[in-house]
């Protein structure tokens, strides 16, 4: 059974870093493409970084280009995404996604409230 477990999520003021984890089983992680996702209140669900099976390829979107890593760590079934310089606009749900082409996998979120 594939498991999908989000984790690290808080309050942090603007300014603040986050590092979230996600950590995958029941499947070969190294085989898939991870994403991280996040949903805010009354907006659809939008990709804000991806990172190809090896790590060797990372896209990310404009509004978190320059603030936000990806990485992954295949040992260890695991994604990350750093935030850097949050802002209130990051407040958000974040969804990590594995995905082979086929099939998609998805945990349950983190909660990252970004407020004074």
């Known amino acids: 059974q594939v498991q999908v477990v989000e984790s690290g999520g808080g309050v942090m003021q603007p300014g603040g870093s986050l590092r979230l984890s996600c950590a995958v089983s029941?499947?070969?992680?190294?085989?898939?493409?991870m994403t991280w996702h996040r949903q805010a209140p009354g907006k659809e669900r939008e990709a804000v970084a991806e990172?190809?099976?090896?790590?060797?390829?990372?896209n990310y979107a404009d509004s978190v280009k320059g603030r936000f890593i990806i990485s992954r760590d295949n040992a260890k079934n695991t994604v990350y995404l750093q935030m850097n310089s949050l802002k209130p606009e990051d407040t958000a749900r974040y969804y990590c996604?594995?995905?082979?082409?086929?099939?998609?996998?998805w945990g349950q979120g983190t909660q990252v409230t970004v407020s004074s």
């Open positions: 029941g499947l070969t992680f190294g085989a898939y493409v």
């Open positions: 990172i190809t099976p090896g790590g060797g390829g990372r």
């Open positions: 996604k594995a995905s082979d082409g086929k099939y998609d996998y």
